[in-house]
């Protein structure tokens, strides 16, 4: 009896001590996520204040005749499209246009900024490809005053390593911009505008893209 007592004193201990540290590692657990989620919830306030601090688009600072290209080969090209044509916009589209192939009498070449491995595969270009042709582009709408507008409507479904790459150079060259909010969480966008001093609209979500091009083209 003596031994069993012991015995059970013993193991009586042995799951005080477990619960202890398995209310240790939850609190270890609870602790790190709400570090993560602060750490979240800062990234998007700070991305959302550089946002704001952003001189915003003068009405009318584009015009007609406009292009309309992608860069990426995503599809958020094709609902530029019908935003333009919804804000009664004339715009010419050809996603895969060349610096080459600029015309002299384009005002503003319109960016549809989202990477698209499909997309890209379907133009038979790989992603270097495409940053070569964005990069000529842009040099060519600058050599011949064109104004560049950037787009990124798809919000953060059009984030990520591919996409990215094709942030950066549209974003540096770009005279103004029209971002989904939601899709620059990380300020990736609003770091680049604001470090040129480029004016720019951010919308809640796509639809809002209307009325931003509407501003842009003073209508």
């Known amino acids: 009896m003596k ?3 012991i015995f059970i004193a013993a193991s009586a201990l042995t799951l005080s001590l477990a619960a202890c540290g398995s209310g240790a590692s939850s609190t270890t657990t609870t602790a790190a996520a709400a570090e993560t989620t602060a750490a979240s919830s800062a990234e998007t306030t700070a991305a959302a204040g550089a946002a704001t601090e952003l001189t915003e688009i003068s009405a009318g600072m584009c015009s007609t005749p406009a292009i309309l290209t992608s860069i990426g ?5 094709d609902i530029a499209n019908t935003l333009c044509t919804k804000a009664g916009i004339e715009v010419t589209m050809n996603k895969n246009i060349t610096g080459a192939d600029l015309p ?6 319109i960016l549809a900024v989202g990477g698209s491995s499909k997309g890209l ?8 490809q495409e940053l070569a042709r964005t990069d000529a582009l842009i040099s060519a709408a600058k050599e011949k005053g064109i104004i560049v507008l950037a787009l990124h409507t798809g919000g ?4 990520g390593t591919l996409s990215d790459s094709f942030i950066t150079p549209a974003f540096q060259g770009c005279d103004a911009a029209i971002v989904v909010s939601e899709g620059d969480s990380d300020g990736l966008m609003s770091g680049i505008l604001s470090g040129n001093g480029t004016p720019a609209i951010y919308v809640d979500n796509t639809a809002g893209t209307l009325d931003a091009l509407k501003t842009a083209f003073g209508l």
């Open 3 to 5: 031994k069993l007592g």
């Open 73 to 77: 080969q995503s599809a958020d090209v």
């Open 104 to 109: 002299d009498d384009c005002k503003t070449l």
């Open 121 to 128: 595969g379907a133009a038979g270009i790989d992603a270097d």
């Open 156 to 159: 953060s479904a059009r984030r």
